[in-house]
């Protein structure tokens, strides 16, 4: 059902020209901060050939510098910021569209699970959708028991097989990907206690400067959750700013610690695509959601 009215939503905006509008209108000065988490080459290589023609991909510290100075006049006018999430193990395969586009996203990834044999606690198999959403609302300590209880899963074990880049890989994107934290094991902030979230914040700039021996800037809330709380330990862990998953475009009135995003499928098909550049199909999702579960 909610795949149907996706596509119907998608090929009504692609007929209706308004994907169009809203690229050369509205996009003059205001910047789509695009969010994927694992997506396949093949698809990932549609995505990038249409962008090429269309839009300018600029890195994520080109936007953060302009909204400090309060001036877009560099940034050329349909820009967009590629952002992907986790640090997924298969994302090493983009790499040579990476070079052939010539553009440097920047990769949140886990300090803690990466380079490891760790799971994220998200991909565990046989949960469904609504049974993490209800995990997603529990304490930090509460969640990880009743994974235990229930899966066997805890966030230290090393499993046979692996889920996340490892360091080899990671040493060979660096030149073409701005590696930033994601926190180490991507708890839900604002169910961790104040000392957890310190360490998960602080802890993941820490893991990654060490282990690329780089200065990082630029955080991103797991599931996008954050309080007060969060932007105050992400500041005064000396990041410049942080990506939420507020559906939006940035401009130079947003706040650098709570950057809007336009979360793109990972399996998106190029109409798809061009209508979630709209965020018209993320937004009608969010408001059709709790009808839909009814
Ligand atoms: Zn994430």
Redesign the pocket.
């Known amino acids: 059902m909610r795949n149907l009215l996706k596509n119907i939503v998608a090929t009504l905006i692609s007929l209706s020209g308004i994907h169009i509008l809203i690229r050369e209108l509205l996009c003059r000065n205001r910047v789509a901060i695009l969010m994927y988490h694992d997506p396949k080459p093949t698809v990932f290589a549609k995505h990038l050939a249409y962008l090429s023609h269309h839009w300018t991909v600029i890195s994520l510290q080109t936007l953060v510098s302009a909204i400090y100075q309060k001036d877009f006049s560099q940034i050329p006018p349909k820009s967009v910021v590629i952002t992907i ?2 640090g997924h193990r298969w994302n090493i395969e983009l790499l040579p569209l990476l070079k052939q586009y010539r553009i440097r996203p920047t990769l ?1 990834v886990c300090t803690q699970i990466i380079g490891t044999y760790r799971h994220f606690w998200f991909k565990i198999a046989g949960q469904s959708k609504a049974e993490r959403e209800k995990l997603k609302k529990l304490s930090n300590a509460e969640r990880l028991v009743h994974l235990k209880q229930t899966t066997d899963f805890e966030q230290e074990k090393v499993y046979p097989d692996r889920q996340a880049l490892n360091i080899a890989e990671i040493k060979k994107m660096t030149q073409d990907v701005d590696f930033q934290p ?1 926190t180490q094991f ?1 708890p839900i902030l604002p169910y961790c206690t104040e000392t957890e979230c310190r360490q998960e914040i602080l802890g993941s700039k820490t893991d990654l400067e060490k282990l690329l021996g780089i200065e990082c800037s630029h955080f991103s809330y ?2 996008g959750d954050y309080t007060e709380r969060e932007i105050e330990i992400v500041k005064a862990s000396g990041f410049q700013s942080a990506r939420t998953t507020n559906i939006g475009w940035n401009t130079l009135e947003t706040g650098p610690y709570q950057l809007k995003t336009v979360p793109i499928a990972d399996d998106a098909g190029l109409p798809l695509f061009r209508a979630q550049l709209t965020t018209i199909p993320q937004r009608m999702n969010k408001w059709l959601r709790p009808l839909l579960k009814k």
């Open positions: 999430d986790d949140f994601h991507h797991p599931n």
